[in-house]
């Protein structure tokens, strides 16, 4: 038995390349998996499960046809894709789950999260993840023409990237105190996310226990998965092909 992780694709039409690579790791690799976690960020953006896109409505399919083989897909929503909502997530044939969720994973209880909730020497961001989440906020953006939420989402994005690159990358990081307080509270002494885009496995401890911390890769310049079995999880990369014409 293997279960799959990946995080942080993404996707959008100015990458194809990323996208080609996703399908091509969904029709070869995850039909022979027992289980496929998809931990945010799988979209760049996302304003609304009524963006139907070419590129929206082909991911749900791919998704879909994994799903009628037998291979369950769970999703946790990331900072760019936490608006996915229960008619996307019908549409894809998978589960949604809630942003910190422990799972079974062979025997071992795992806790799993997109990751930008550690992130809290940020406080900048927190701040504004904050106001996003807000249902009052959210049920106001979702009444707005689809056209302005576009310009909504761009001016975010473009506020977003310009934000970061002030930013140093220890700050953007995930705090250990705030890792170490998590795992704790969730009884837990192995944790899977992505968001950093730094992939690594980080041991840790925890009450005097050995503990374990799983970092999952971007989709920029390979495809990133984590592989788990009974005998242990390795993160491995899968290179981009040519665009087909």
Not at 78 to 102: S, Y
Not at 175 to 202: C, F, W, Y
Not at 220 to 226: E, F, K
């Amino acid at each position: 038995m293997t279960v799959l992780f990946i995080s942080d694709l993404h996707l959008s039409p100015s990458h194809p390349e990323i996208t080609h690579c996703f399908f091509r790791f969904l029709k070869e690799e995850a039909t022979e998996a027992s289980a496929l976690y998809v931990l945010g960020d799988l979209f760049e953006s996302w304003i609304g499960d009524d963006d139907e896109t070419p590129l929206h409505v082909s991911v749900a399919a791919a998704f879909k046809s994994l799903h009628d083989r037998g291979v369950p897909v769970y999703f946790i929503h990331g900072n760019r894709d936490f608006l996915v909502g229960k008619r996307f997530a019908k549409q894809a044939g998978m589960t949604l789950l809630p942003e910190h969720c422990v799972i079974d994973l062979f025997g071992k209880p795992t806790l799993i999260m997109h990751g930008d909730t550690l992130c809290i020497q940020d406080e900048a961001y927190q701040r504004y993840r904050k106001k996003v989440h807000n249902k009052l906020i959210q049920w106001l953006f979702f009444r707005l023409p689809l056209r302005i939420r576009k310009k909504v989402g761009e001016k975010l994005r473009q506020s977003s990237s310009d934000s970061n690159q002030l930013k140093s990358y220890d700050i953007m990081d995930v705090d250990p105190s705030e890792v170490i307080r998590v795992m704790d509270s969730e009884n837990v002494t192995q944790l899977i996310h992505g968001h950093t885009h730094r992939p690594a496995k980080h041991e840790i401890s925890i009450s005097n226990q050995s503990a374990h911390r799983i970092v999952l890769g971007d989709w920029y310049t390979q495809g990133s998965i984590l592989r788990c079995t009974a005998n242990g999880c390795e993160l491995e990369t899968r290179a981009f092909d040519a665009i087909p014409p």
